[in-house]
């Protein structure tokens, strides 16, 4: 719920909606326009990360989410995404336990709404097609070494999936070299949020 004291809006935490929360996003910054979205992506071409980048502001999906994704989770008839798990560390929940060291276990989702079917827009379904074609080269050229574990997001050499912070520093370069605001990773799941928003989809459902 918005309120406003002279001209500065305030927040209250434990009452603000998902349109109030776009709002204060757009007010302080940390989202993108169209126009810088559109930059975003066409650079992104140029990296290692524009699956990452295509996932995450195009369709919302968590760092650990997109790292996840698997060929064999889209639907290539309806052009849509199960997405079904995530990737990060095992948690030894007895007691005394420590985390396991690996960072790529597959584990299920943050929630049992995490689990979701999305439609793929035609620009990432396109993106994904082509990634599909590069994999299948890596996969032929590098037999001995290549982990044909399916997942989009991986390294072309050994075709392990890409690590948590794999992102992270290009990213910074991308808007860095692009003149866009540097937001956070996090904060271009909220552009796609605000972008659902604007668009007139509910907060329920942007939630």
């Known amino acids: 719920m918005r309120t406003w004291q002279g001209k500065e809006p305030l927040y209250f935490e434990s009452k603000r909606t998902a349109d109030d929360y776009a709002f204060g996003m757009l007010l302080n910054g940390k989202t993108l326009d ?7 992506l066409e650079e992104s071409r140029k990296t290692p990360i524009h699956m990452q980048v295509l996932f995450n502001v195009l369709m919302g999906l968590r760092r650990q989410e997109i790292n996840a994704v698997k060929y064999s989770d889209i639907d290539y008839v ?9 990737l990060g560390k095992e948690l030894d929940r ?3 336990g420590k985390t396991k060291g690996m960072t790529k276990c597959e584990l299920p989702l943050k929630t049992p709404s995490s689990r979701r079917i ?3 827009p035609d620009y990432v379904f396109e993106a994904i097609l082509e990634e599909r074609k590069k994999y299948e080269k890596w996969r032929s050229r590098r037999k001995s070494v290549f982990h044909d574990d399916d997942y ?3 390294s072309n050499f050994s075709g392990k999936p890409r690590s948590k912070d794999f992102h992270w520093r290009r990213y910074k370069e991308l808007l860095k070299r692009t003149g866009l605001p540097d937001i956070r990773w996090h904060d271009l799941r909220s552009t796609y949020c605000t972008l659902l928003l604007n668009n007139d989809f ?3 459902a942007v939630s």
Do not use: A, K
């Open 202 to 204: 509910s907060p329920e």
């Open 78 to 86: 309806n052009r849509i995404l199960s997405v079904e798990r995530q």
């Open 118 to 120: 999305l439609p793929i």
């Open 152 to 154: 989009i997001c991986c």
């Open 94 to 96: 007895t007691p005394h």
């Open 34 to 40: 169209m126009g810088q979205i559109l930059l975003l």
